[in-house]
């Protein structure tokens, strides 16, 4: 688990939850003996942002658990998935202020005038959310969490609630009683307009989409620069709560061991995630040949297969550990074999054409190449 990450977070959902405890408390209490509706509604907001602080938490917490073998890709998702709740949330808060405005704009009769002590506490309270505002907002960024960001604009949706209930009770006293309804409404479509947001590019996260055609083709140049990399395809990239998962096809040389064709993929991966930090995990799969569309190799007999066919046709002329040791290259719907023998052979002149004859009877291999040792 990703405990620091994970106690930045807890500790400012914590502080977020005791402000809403204090909040609520205060505008239930005062909307009631204030006699301002608004009041009260914003206090009803900030006990459902306790159900919102709480998510976060857990969310939090379980999100940021180690990979185990059941789930190999960590547990970022229940983050992604908890920052869809939470836009569900913000849209929920948003029709219950839209909805109550235009409740309040059909009334003809107010009754009483809120008193002074509720725009007070519609002060202390926008300044209280804007505080947590910037704070949650500034560790969001530094964590890469989508999660705490959310949160961090649920705080500034509590400070716009509360600017309505403060231009609610002036505009009251100054004798325009409906003013709060209009700015209520105007707040709520923000706060909707926060939701959808957070909620689409969190479903998007779900659903694997991936990263934008700038960000993918500065992934790729970066890819074809490295040493070793002929061309690349199939490059795909995912995010995982602020982590790129990407896996990409390169193409090396093919007459290089495949030892040294590993070590270019460790190159990629290793260069890649020390140059872009939001990428945690890199799958390169090592090619010798453009497979994207199509496979010229698919249909050829594996090693033991040919390693059979050739000691059909070579028993009598080499020792089997040579063929057991030739290195076979699939290209171009073809096989090619490189054989290794000792110096000794070299003194058979008819050798090689002996051996070459197999090219005229099997037609997938292409060719024959003799390497002598001493």
Known sequence: M???????????????????????GLKITFGIIGYSHSLLADGIHSLSDLIVDSGVIIASKFGNKAADEDHPYGHGRIETAATVFLALILAAAAFAIIWNAFTSIRSIHINRVPSQIVLWIALSSILLNEILYFWTKHIATKIKSNLLMSNAWHHRSDSFSSIAVALGVI?????????????????GLMILKMAWDFGWNSIRELVDTALSIEETEKIKLFIKDIPGVKAIHQLRTRSIAGSIFCDVHVLVDPSISVSEGHYIGQEVDKRLIVSFPDITDVTVHIDTEDDEFINPSYNLPDRTAVQKILKKHWHDLLPEKAINTAVFHYLNGKISIDLKLPFVFSKQGDLETKLKKIVEIENYISDIKIFYYK
């Open 2 to 24: 990703n405990t620091s990450r994970y106690q930045q977070t807890r500790f400012i959902a914590l502080c977020g939850g005791l402000k809403n405890i204090l909040l609520a």
């Open 171 to 187: 505009g009251a006293w100054l004798g325009f009683p409906k003013l709060d309804a209009v700015a209520a409404i105007v707040v």
